[in-house]
C-alpha cells in the first residue's frame, strides 16, 4: 500500500488494514501484528519514553517479511527479480546504439560511466557519524529539545 487512496480497490484494502489493525486488541501486551512464526514480533512496544521505542526501533529487521504485508513469500523473490532485471535493461540502454570505427569501444563507454557513477556515490553510511550529527540538532526555540529529543520536522 503506497500511502494514498485513488481508487475502490485502494479503499477496500485501507478498510482491511483499519479493522485489522485499528482496534483495541493492538495494545493487549499479547498482541502481535504478525501471526505468523517469525525471527521477529511485530508489536507495539511497551512505555511511553522515546528512548524506549528508540530502543524498541533499533531491533527491527533491516528486510521486512512479505508476509507481515499479507504477501506470500515469493513476493520477495518476485521483487528482486524485477528489480535486478531493471538494473540490468539500464545498464543495457547505456551502451552505444551505433557503433563506428573510432572512438571508445561500448565496453569503455560504459565503464566510464560506472566510474562517473561511483564517484558521485555518496560514502557509506556509518551510524556513529549520523548520531553525533544528529545530537548536535537544535529543537524549536524556547524548547531545550536537543539531539534525538529534537523534532525532525521542523526547520
Given at each position: 500500500y503506497g500511502g494514498r487512496i485513488t481508487d475502490d480497490l485502494d479503499?477496500?484494502?485501507f478498510i482491511t488494514y483499519a479493522a485489522k489493525w485499528f482496534?483495541?486488541?493492538?495494545?493487549?501486551p499479547s498482541f502481535c501484528f504478525n501471526n505468523y512464526p517469525f525471527d521477529f514480533d511485530y508489536k507495539i512496544p511497551e512505555g511511553q519514553e522515546m528512548p524506549q521505542f528508540l530502543t524498541y526501533i533499533e531491533t527491527l529487521p533491516t528486510v521486512?517479511?512479505?508476509l507481515i504485508f499479507g504477501l506470500h513469500t515469493n513476493a520477495d523473490l518476485t521483487?528482486?527479480?524485477i528489480d535486478a532485471s531493471m538494473m540490468l535493461s539500464t545498464l543495457m540502454d547505456t551502451q552505444p546504439k551505433d557503433s563506428s570505427g573510432e572512438g571508445k569501444s561500448a565496453d569503455e563507454i560504459v565503464?566510464?560511466?560506472a566510474v562517473d557513477l561511483a564517484d558521485k556515490t555518496p560514502p557509506d553510511?556509518?551510524?556513529e557519524i549520523f548520531r553525533a550529527q544528529v545530537q548536535k540538532l537544535k529543537g524549536p526555540p524556547g524548547t531545550g529539545d536537543r539531539g534525538m529529543a529534537a523534532p525532525l520536522n521542523i526547520f
Open positions: 479503499r477496500e484494502l482496534c483495541d486488541d493492538i495494545f493487549k521486512d517479511s512479505p521483487y528482486r527479480q565503464r566510464e560511466k553510511f556509518i551510524e
